[in-house]
Nanobody, 121 residues
């Protein structure tokens, strides 16, 4: 069974940094795109950042200049980590929420279980 496993969440003070990881149990070399979404308490889930198969990236306005999405999917599948990262700097209390990873392959769309990020003021 294909899985996405997120890690790296936690409690951090405003202005601090966190790096989220999303490890796939299936090669991400052929993905359409992968992304990070955030769901704050009482709010809808929203897109934070996305990376396409070509390596193009896109960010929510609130994340631009502070967050960076990247991936590790070397063509040599024997050592590909199949992992997508979200580097979050200059964190703000409004960044608090559960962060979910999403991976979209041509025949499969998958979500991770989420990782909690809490930013204290």
């Amino acid at each position: 069974q294909v899985q996405l496993v997120e890690s790296g969440g936690g409690l951090v003070q405003a202005g601090g940094s966190l790096r989220l990881s999303c490890a796939a149990s299936k090669s991400i070399f052929s993905i359409n795109h992968m992304g990070w979404y955030r769901q704050a308490p009482g709010k809808e889930r929203e897109l934070v950042a996305i990376i396409t198969s070509a390596g193009s990236t896109s960010y929510a306005e609130s994340a631009k200049g502070r967050f960076t999405i990247s991936r590790d999917n070397a063509k040599n599948r024997d050592n590909a980590k199949n992992t997508v990262y979200l580097q979050m700097n200059s964190l703000k209390p409004e960044d608090t929420g559960v962060y979910y990873c999403n991976a979209n392959w041509p025949t499969l769309d998958l979500w991770g279980q989420g990782t909690q990020v809490t930013v204290s003021s």
